[in-house]
T-cell receptor, first 113, second 113 residues
Framework: GESVGLHLPTLSVQEGDNSIINCAYS??????FIWYKQESGKGPQFIID?????DKRQGQRVTVLLNKTVKHLSLQIAATQPGDSAVYFC????????????FGKGTKLTVNP | AAGVIQSPRHLIKEKRETATLKCYPI?????VYWYQQGPGQDPQFLIS???????DKGSIPDRFSAQQFSDYHSELNMSSLELGDSALYFC????????????FGEGSRLTVL
């Protein structure tokens, strides 16, 4: 069925380190993936997206990797800062659908100063 | 830039009461989505509207209903409230162009006592 899961519920890193947040998805029909950042009490905020015809996409300090063979998505944050502390969700969109996104379980990232 | 506006931000109701949440999408966005997020949970898709017509339906209880009006704002009506309905309710909007990027509001926190 449609589901997106995560390997780790929490991740703690030191300021300045690189962070890697992983996500496994199960629907091979998904063709669009997004990483969202959610701070406490706020709505999900778009970070970066990637389409299924790509395997890597870079933004400012963030990189998303997509491995369709094993249905794995990861978010890499370079030089993690305290302001990066939040819950990170991956979400998938299925081709030909209504654009609704199916969210994964979320990873809480804590950046220690 | 204008964002998705939700109201009220906080709402406290008793069991079996009724609640209405409102969502004003980003100007020119024609698609609205409703998500429910329980404590420590990922956002769960409830329902979506495109051009005032229901476009997709998720895990929305029969006690809930929603609609999109001519000005594209949407309302989520919840009746016979239960304790388990306590959650953050997010509205998101998109242009419906197929990009898949949803822009989320700050959410409405419903507490049922």
């Amino acid at each position: 069925g449609e589901s997106v899961g995560l390997h780790l519920p929490t991740l703690s890193v030191q300021e300045g380190d690189n962070s890697i947040i992983n996500c496994a998805y199960s629907n091979s029909a998904s063709d669009y993936f997004i990483w969202y950042k959610q701070e406490s009490g706020k709505g999900p905020q778009f970070i970066i997206d990637i389409r299924s015809n790509m395997d890597k996409r870079q933004g400012q300090r963030v990189t998303v990797l997509l491995n369709k063979t094993v249905k794995h998505l990861s978010l890499q944050i370079a030089a993690t800062q305290p302001g990066d502390s939040a819950v990170y969700f991956c979400a998938e969109n299925i081709a030909g659908g209504s654009e609704k996104l199916v969210f994964g379980k979320g990873t809480k990232l804590t950046v220690n100063p | 830039a204008a964002g998705v506006i939700q109201s009220p931000r906080h709402l406290i109701k008793e069991k079996r009461e009724t609640a209405t949440l409102k969502c004003y999408p980003i100007p020119r966005h024609d698609t609205v989505y409703w998500y429910q997020q329980g404590p420590g949970q990922d956002p769960q898709f409830l329902i979506s509207f495109y051009e005032k017509m229901q476009s997709d339906k998720g895990s929305i209880p029969d006690r809930f209903s929603a609609q999109q009006f001519s000005d594209y704002h949407s309302e989520l009506n919840m009746s016979s409230l239960e304790l388990g309905d306590s959650a953050l309710y997010f509205c998101a909007s998109s242009l419906g162009t197929g990009t898949g990027e949803l822009f989320f509001g700050e959410g409405s926190r419903l507490t049922v006592l």
